[in-house]
């Protein structure tokens, strides 16, 4: 399960970005996880709590955005969600020439902090 050393990722992250400003209790964090990260959000929250268990961050809210797939067809310029599952053709036009928009993303976006 890789979530694991994802989260403790995250919690390093947060903890020098906390150290850096100056901020002393974190009520919330916001991820970003892109359907092709290959991440389960669900197991990506349940390590978080087992993480933070009896820890100063035990009960931060942990908000995961889930990002769809967007293509973008190089042909006809129109944008358009991907499925994983069926291939990146265009929705539009059939082009099989797709520059990949969103989809891929693993990011820290937010932390609400006192």
């Known amino acids: 399960m890789h979530e ?17 400003s100056g901020a002393r209790r974190l009520k919330g964090i916001k991820i970003r996880v892109g359907e092709m990260a290959a991440v ?17 961050m035990e009960g931060v809210i ?20 991907l499925n994983m599952y069926l291939g990146s053709r265009c929705a539009v ?9 969103s989809g891929m993303e693993l990011d820290v976006v937010s932390m609400e902090v006192d």
């Open 4 to 20: 694991m050393s994802i989260v403790t990722s995250i919690i390093r992250i947060v903890r020098e970005e906390m150290a850096r």
């Open 40 to 56: 389960e959000p669900e197991a990506l929250r349940f390590c978080f709590e087992v993480c933070t268990e009896g820890t100063d």
């Open 62 to 81: 942990l908000e995961i955005e889930e990002v769809p797939v967007m293509g973008q067809c190089i042909n006809c310029k129109k944008e358009f969600k």
């Open 93 to 101: 036009c059939g082009g099989e020439a797709v520059d990949y928009l």
